[in-house]
């Protein structure tokens, strides 16, 4: 297995803050009870930003960051995310068309929670097999549209942002290794799906954390 490793890093937050106090307010609960259930304090919603320009807006800051990064050696784009706006042209696509960049593959992966660590993964394996030399992976949600605002189990949690890496192989001792399960018992403890031509979100907060806390670290 060669080893990969990361060679720059870029996010990006929208301006509009949300506090546990505003919260608090809105649910009729108290800050504590949201901190100490989700170790929150502020979270971000966008305004009037679609999800793509959160995407482009993390890359910037990458490059920005990063002087001698050249997207034009980007040969491969993969985009985690549950919050896309179309299913096709994925967002991956988009963010080729605004830094174009001729020669590249595009996959979003649609994976919840674990989408961003699954977009490594694939990553990683298409730089084993040498398809790919650097490989751009972008976690974006822009969940603030979609979650049910009087829902404390997921009102307290979920907001808006994007964080990426840019990917190479690496001849230095740097390991890679993951294990990647799913479970079907917990199919139905997170969903996201279209009704009425809108999208929607339903979380069992308690069996989500149970599950986080219980089979997520070994």
């Given at each position: 297995?060669?080893?990969?490793?990361?060679?720059?890093?870029?996010?990006?937050?929208?301006?509009?803050?949300?506090?546990?106090?505003?919260?608090?307010?809105?649910?009729?609960?108290?800050?504590?009870?949201?901190?100490?259930?989700?170790?929150?304090?502020?979270?971000?919603?966008?305004?009037?930003?679609?999800?793509?320009?959160?995407?482009?807006?993390?890359?910037?800051?990458?490059?920005?960051?990063?002087?001698?990064?050249?997207p034009q050696n980007i040969d491969m784009i993969i985009v985690a995310t549950t919050s896309t706006n179309m299913l096709m042209p994925g967002i991956s696509y988009k963010i080729q068309e605004h830094f174009n960049i001729e020669n590249c593959m595009c996959i979003d992966v649609l994976a919840g929670c674990a989408g961003f660590i699954n977009a490594i993964d694939i990553a990683?394996?298409?730089?084993?097999?040498?398809?790919?030399?650097k490989a751009l992976v972008v976690g974006i949600e822009q969940l603030s549209k979609y979650i049910n605002k009087a829902d404390t189990g997921t009102s307290i949690i979920l907001s808006d942002g994007a964080g990426a890496v840019l990917l190479e192989e690496t001849s230095e001792n740097k390991k890679y290794y993951s294990n990647i399960e799913t479970t079907i018992d917990e199919k139905?403890?997170?969903?996201?799906?279209?009704?009425?031509?809108?999208?929607?979100?339903?979380?069992?907060?308690?069996?989500?954390?149970?599950?986080?806390?219980?089979?997520?670290v070994k």
């Open positions: 297995m060669k080893n990969i490793e990361i060679i720059a890093t870029g996010k990006y937050l929208p301006t509009t803050k949300i506090d546990n106090t505003y919260l608090a307010k809105q649910l009729n609960i108290t800050e504590d009870f949201i901190y100490k259930r989700t170790g929150i304090q502020t979270r971000h919603y966008s305004k009037d930003e679609n999800i793509e320009q959160l995407a482009i807006k993390c890359i910037e800051n990458l490059i920005e960051k990063n002087s001698q990064i050249n990683q394996k298409y730089i084993e097999t040498t398809t790919a030399k139905d403890i997170l969903k996201t799906y279209m009704k009425d031509k809108k999208l929607k979100l339903e979380m069992n907060g308690k069996e989500v954390y149970k599950y986080a806390v219980t089979e997520t």
